[in-house]
């Protein structure tokens, strides 16, 4: 029971957590190592320091709090932080389905890195957003779970510019979209799948082909 309860009150989210508190132990002249289970390494330290003391200690150094932006009792986004401080990662249910579905990554300086994302609530994160800038700078998802990418995003600023449609399993676009202030302009189509785009479809601001040009060959 005793570990149970420990695995609860926490359990290091990677290596690199594990070995700083490893260290903390150090200096409080109590030997530990880390090992590769964290849950485990968790149930070590909560045996050696007890249950009311490793419950004082692991809450001091390490923050998980979050908001129930539903207000039905559960929080739907949570906040991970490291020992030092800084945020690791946060984790949000946007559905409220119980099942995480949005986690933001930071980098070692607290800024957010990355985004996954499971757009179709299936369980699985099939969409990256990679920040630059503190901006959202590109994305990737593999919409069909085939392991491979089907639409790479390109932005700037945090605005969408193009989005490509990939050939599956390839990294040839057969279908690149460039747009405007959120409206498609203009699209460039491989019609005939030879790997060069050779179409070019403009668009009015209601999204309608209004012309459509043959983009030449390169020389
Ligand atoms: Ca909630
Ligand atoms: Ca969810
Ligand atoms: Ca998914
Ligand atoms: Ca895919």
Request: charged content about 25%.
């Amino acid at each position: 029971m005793q570990i149970r309860f420990m695995r609860t009150v926490f359990e290091p989210s990677n290596a690199l957590e594990g070995h700083m508190l490893q260290d903390l132990l150090k200096q409080r002249g109590i030997s530990s190592r880390v090992d590769g289970a964290p849950g485990f390494f968790a149930a070590l330290i909560g045996l050696a320091l007890g249950v009311a003391g490793s419950y004082l200690f692991f809450r001091a150094p390490t923050s998980t709090t979050g908001i129930d932006h539903n207000e039905d009792g559960t929080i739907d986004e949570r906040w991970f932080t490291s020992t030092r401080g800084s945020a690791v990662r946060t984790e949000v249910d946007r559905n409220f389905d119980g099942v995480v579905d949005y986690i933001y990554r930071y980098d070692n300086r607290g800024r957010i890195d990355a985004l996954e994302a499971d757009d179709d609530f299936n369980g699985s994160l099939e969409t990256r957003w990679q920040y630059h800038d503190g901006s959202v700078a590109s994305g990737e998802a593999d919409t069909n779970g085939d392991s491979s990418i089907d639409i790479r995003f390109h932005l700037k600023h945090g605005i969408l510019e193009s989005m490509g449609y990939l050939v599956p399993g390839s990294e040839t676009p057969v279908r690149i979209g460039y747009l405007r202030s959120a409206r498609i302009a203009f699209a460039e189509l491989d019609s005939d799948r030879d790997g060069q785009m050779d179409v070019r479809h403009r668009y009015s601001d209601l999204a309608e082909i209004v012309a459509t040009e043959e983009i030449a060959a390169p020389q």
